[in-house]
Structure formats: structure tokens, C-alpha cells
């Protein structure tokens, strides 16, 4: 037998010593990065508007959506991990958004994109996940075409808000039984010169004309969006004559759109119809109220008139020091859609909260029956509360509510998207 020296038996020793040592302390360091990696924050990226006239939008957006963030991390978060909403400004310019976009997912490392941009933008963000294959809620905007046209949808992509097909619908036929008491049969638009002003306007008066045929458009104006000054405008709506005036201006710019107004007494000679009206934001900032002003309803603590709306509207005013609008709403749904996709599939991949999300029901206080579905074929959500009514100076701010009927708008949508292509 061979036989083996000291030194050569103390050599292999040391050597298999050194091997489980090495072995060991990469078992711990992974585990330690695992820990490490499991107490790291899930970061949602949110581009918005946080400069200008609109800046509302992205402070009401960051604040619904983190209101929701809030309550999950104090719930422990996704296995211990919580939730960290990163805003970045994007100035509501389309180059700009899809810069932040991919900042927010290259640089900051947001694995999911809270889209809070204006429809000016949204379709710039849009193009950005869809190459990166991020999940993206929309959660502003409107613009029907970003998810009814098959063409612009992405499979990764979903929308929270609000949709323009949906209030046109209700708002169209709302005006028409007005068409038909008063006779208004002349009729002008004043709406914001990009993607959604002009997609609500022609949607509204489709289905308008639809009920009443007999409603003629006798001219339009397209004031900029964030446009400064609208005498031209307001000009030309004088010169006019029209009986009643279609706008789809909201925000700032209706504030600034009816304080100018006033000064020539417009709506003195006219009845204004502006889906975009019944929102606390705007109706504290407006200078003089008109009377007789017809809204859609944005948001309201009272509209739907449930204890869940009001005990939310509270909760957040608490929370923020100011009253809930549209915006907030929305983003609030928006990441409780996402919330309730990662509790259903324990992870933050794309694809599995793609899946989860597409088709799924969720309690909300913003629902007509206490739910608010994200309808699979579209990505969009249907089911939330939709009225319109006359605005008053004073709470509740809306009277006279007409809720609409999700039965009949989800039949006029599918004959719509028939005559279009889109189905």
C-alpha cells in the first residue's frame, strides 16, 4: 500500500477545508442578498404633470395612487416588501414623457409604470412599454382610441380612467332630452385643440344626433391646450349665436375658459354643457358660477351616494388637507387594481399581473353597484358611476343627477366599435 505523507495529507486537508469554507460563506451571501433583495422596495415609476396650469393633475394623481400604496405597506406589503411611488414631472410634453418613461424603468429600476399623464402624452408612454414590456396602468387618460383601437393597444398596457366614448354616450343622450324640452337645435364646440379634446366632442355629438337629428353644429373653436387667454375664441362664440355650447375644456383651463367668459357675458346668451364641470378643483377656483351650466359628473363624495364614496372623500381630505377629484380616483383604482393582481399572484413580473389584472372585478366605492370591472377584451375599465346633471353653487354642486345606463352604453359602444373596425 502506498503510502501517504504528512504533509500531503495536511495539504488535501486544508485544501478541502478551504473548499467548504468557501462553499459556506456563498451560501450565506446569497442568502443575505436574498434577504437583502426581499426587503428592497417595489417601485412604480408615475410620470405626470407637476408644473403649469395642470399641475392639479399630477398632485391629485400622486396622491390617490399613494393613499392605496399606503394602506397596503401598512398591511406588510408583498411578503414583506412595500410599495414606492417615484413621480417624476414631465411638463404634459409627449417627448418628454417617453424620456421620464424610460428613465424611471432603466435608471430608477421601477419595475411598474403608474401612467398619469394627460392623453397628449399618454400615447408617447404608450410606445415606451411596449417595446420594454413594462406593466402600465393608464390612469388619466381618456382618449377612447388608446385602448378600443387594436392597432394602439399593448397587452401590457390597461386604463383606470375614465373613458370619453363612455361619457359621450351619457352626455349625448343626457343633452338630447334638453334638445327636444327646449329646442336648443344650434349648437358650437370649444374644445382643447389635442387627442381627447377632439375625439369627446365628435363622440358627444355622434351619439347626440343620434337621439336628435335635428341638432346642427353651426361652427367650432380649438383654443391650445394650457392656452393663456381665449378672447378669440370667445369672440367667435359671440359672433356665432349659438343656442347651446359644447366644451370639453377642463381643469385650469375652464377656470380661466369661464372667469374670461363672464367679462362678455357669454353665458348669459347661451347654455353650456362641459362633461368636465362637476370636479371640486374647478368649482372653487371659478371666480362667478354661471347659472344653468349642464356636467358630467368627475368626481364627488355624494355622487355615488354611498357611505363607501363619502367615507373615502373623508378619509383622503384627512389625508391630503384637500378634496378628492377625478384624478385622484382614478390613480387610486389604478394601483388597486395593481395591488390586488400582485396579492393574487405573490409576484411583480409583468406578465403574471398582466393576466391577473385582464378581466378581474375589484371593490370600489367609485362603482355603480360597489364594483368595478377591467373588461378583458379592451383593458379598460367599465361599471363606474356616471351622471349628469345642473351644476349649483353650493354642496352637493350637482342636482338633478341622471345616472346613466352601463346597459345601454355598453350596447352603443359595441355598434360604435363595429362601424369603426375595432371589433
Same mark, same amino acid.
Given at each position: 500500500?502506498?503510502?501517504?505523507?504528512?504533509?500531503?495529507?495536511?495539504?488535501?486537508?486544508?485544501?478541502?477545508?478551504?473548499?467548504? #469554507?468557501?462553499?459556506?460563506?456563498?451560501?450565506?451571501?446569497?442568502?443575505? #442578498?436574498?434577504?437583502?433583495?426581499?426587503?428592497?422596495?417595489?417601485?412604480?415609476?408615475?410620470?405626470?404633470?407637476?408644473?403649469?396650469?395642470?399641475?392639479?393633475?399630477?398632485? $391629485?394623481?400622486?396622491?390617490?395612487?399613494?393613499?392605496?400604496?399606503?394602506?397596503?405597506?401598512?398591511?406588510?406589503?408583498?411578503?414583506?416588501?412595500?410599495?414606492?411611488?417615484?413621480?417624476?414631472?414631465?411638463?404634459?410634453?409627449?417627448?418628454?414623457?417617453?424620456?421620464?418613461?424610460?428613465?424611471?424603468?432603466?435608471?430608477?429600476?421601477?419595475?411598474?409604470?403608474?401612467?398619469?399623464?394627460?392623453?397628449?402624452?399618454?400615447?408617447?408612454?404608450?410606445?415606451?412599454?411596449?417595446?420594454?414590456?413594462?406593466?402600465?396602468?393608464?390612469?388619466?387618460?381618456?382618449?377612447?382610441?388608446?385602448?378600443?383601437?387594436?392597432?394602439?393597444?399593448?397587452?401590457?398596457?390597461?386604463?383606470?380612467?375614465?373613458?370619453?366614448?363612455?361619457?359621450?354616450?351619457?352626455?349625448?343622450?343626457?343633452?338630447?332630452?334638453?334638445?327636444?324640452?327646449?329646442?336648443?337645435?344650434?349648437?358650437?364646440?370649444? $374644445?382643447?385643440?389635442?387627442?381627447?379634446?377632439?375625439?369627446?366632442?365628435?363622440?358627444?355629438?355622434?351619439?347626440?344626433?343620434?337621439?336628435?337629428?335635428?341638432?346642427?353644429?353651426?361652427?367650432?373653436?380649438?383654443?391650445?391646450?394650457?392656452?393663456?387667454?381665449? #378672447?378669440?375664441?370667445?369672440?367667435?362664440?359671440?359672433?356665432?349665436?349659438?343656442?347651446?355650447?359644447?366644451?370639453?375644456?377642463?381643469?385650469?383651463?375652464?377656470?380661466?375658459f369661464i372667469d374670461q367668459g363672464n367679462l362678455y357675458g357669454l353665458f348669459d346668451q347661451l347654455t353650456l354643457f362641459d362633461p368636465n364641470m362637476a370636479d371640486y378643483t374647478t368649482l372653487e377656483a371659478v371666480k362667478k358660477l354661471p347659472k344653468g351650466i349642464h356636467s358630467?359628473?368627475?368626481?364627488?363624495?355624494?355622487?355615488?351616494?354611498?357611505?363607501?364614496?363619502?367615507?373615502?372623500?373623508?378619509?383622503?381630505?384627512?389625508?391630503?388637507?384637500?378634496?378628492?377629484?377625478?384624478? $385622484?380616483?382614478?390613480?387610486?383604482?389604478?394601483?388597486?387594481?395593481?395591488?390586488?393582481?400582485?396579492?393574487?399572484?405573490?409576484?411583480?413580473? $409583468?406578465?403574471?399581473?398582466?393576466?391577473?389584472?385582464?378581466?378581474?372585478?375589484?371593490?370600489?366605492?367609485?362603482?355603480?353597484?360597489?364594483?368595478?370591472?377591467?373588461?378583458?377584451?379592451?383593458?379598460?375599465?367599465?361599471?363606474?358611476?356616471?351622471?349628469?346633471?345642473?351644476?349649483?353653487?353650493?354642496?352637493?354642486?350637482?342636482?338633478?343627477?341622471k345616472p346613466a345606463d352601463w346597459n345601454v352604453i355598453l350596447e352603443l359602444e359595441k355598434d360604435w366599435k363595429k362601424k369603426k373596425g375595432y371589433i
Amino acid at each position: 500500500m502506498k503510502k501517504t505523507s504528512k504533509l500531503g495529507r495536511s495539504r488535501r486537508d486544508f485544501l478541502k477545508s478551504a473548499a467548504a #469554507t468557501a462553499a459556506f460563506a456563498a451560501v450565506g451571501g446569497l442568502a443575505r #442578498t436574498a434577504r437583502g433583495q426581499s426587503n428592497e422596495p417595489i417601485k412604480i415609476g408615475q410620470p405626470t404633470i407637476l408644473s403649469g396650469r395642470v399641475a392639479r393633475l399630477g398632485e $391629485s394623481s400622486r396622491d390617490g395612487a399613494q393613499m392605496a400604496i399606503d394602506a397596503f405597506n401598512a398591511a406588510g406589503g408583498l411578503n414583506g416588501r412595500k410599495l414606492q411611488l417615484v413621480t417624476r414631472d414631465s411638463k404634459g410634453r409627449p417627448d418628454e414623457a417617453a424620456r421620464v418613461v424610460r428613465e424611471l424603468i432603466n435608471t430608477d429600476k421601477c419595475q411598474i409604470i403608474l401612467d398619469s399623464e394627460a392623453s397628449s402624452a399618454a400615447f408617447a408612454v404608450q410606445e415606451v412599454i411596449r417595446q420594454t414590456g413594462t406593466l402600465c396602468m393608464h390612469a388619466c387618460s381618456e382618449t377612447t382610441s388608446l385602448t378600443a383601437n387594436p392597432k394602439i393597444r399593448a397587452a401590457n398596457a390597461f386604463r383606470c380612467a375614465r373613458q370619453d366614448i363612455h361619457d359621450s354616450i351619457a352626455g349625448g343622450r343626457y343633452a338630447a332630452q334638453f334638445v327636444k324640452q327646449q329646442g336648443f337645435k344650434r349648437w358650437m364646440i370649444c $374644445s382643447p385643440d389635442y387627442a381627447y379634446g377632439r375625439d369627446v366632442s365628435a363622440l358627444f355629438f355622434h351619439f347626440l344626433k343620434e337621439s336628435e337629428p335635428s341638432v346642427e353644429v353651426v361652427s367650432e373653436t380649438w383654443p391650445k391646450l394650457f392656452a393663456p387667454d381665449y #378672447t378669440e375664441n370667445i369672440t367667435k362664440i359671440l359672433q356665432t349665436k349659438p343656442q347651446a355650447l359644447y366644451s370639453a375644456l377642463y381643469g385650469g383651463d375652464l377656470v380661466t375658459f369661464i372667469d374670461q367668459g363672464n367679462l362678455y357675458g357669454l353665458f348669459d346668451q347661451l347654455t353650456l354643457f362641459d362633461p368636465n364641470m362637476a370636479d371640486y378643483t374647478t368649482l372653487e377656483a371659478v371666480k362667478k358660477l354661471p347659472k344653468g351650466i349642464h356636467s358630467g359628473d368627475r368626481y364627488l363624495s355624494t355622487f355615488p351616494n354611498t357611505k363607501a364614496n363619502a367615507d373615502w372623500a373623508a378619509e383622503y381630505q384627512k389625508k391630503f388637507n384637500v378634496p378628492p377629484i377625478n384624478w $385622484s380616483w382614478q390613480n387610486y383604482v389604478g394601483m388597486t387594481f395593481i395591488i390586488e393582481a400582485m396579492k393574487k399572484t405573490g409576484s411583480v413580473d $409583468s406578465k403574471a399581473l398582466s393576466d391577473a389584472i385582464r378581466g378581474m372585478t375589484i371593490d370600489s366605492p367609485f362603482g355603480v353597484d360597489g364594483k368595478i370591472t377591467m373588461r378583458a377584451e379592451d383593458q379598460t375599465i367599465i361599471n363606474y358611476a356616471i351622471g349628469w346633471g345642473v351644476i349649483i353653487p353650493n354642496a352637493p354642486y350637482l342636482e338633478d343627477i341622471k345616472p346613466a345606463d352601463w346597459n345601454v352604453i355598453l350596447e352603443l359602444e359595441k355598434d360604435w366599435k363595429k362601424k369603426k373596425g375595432y371589433i
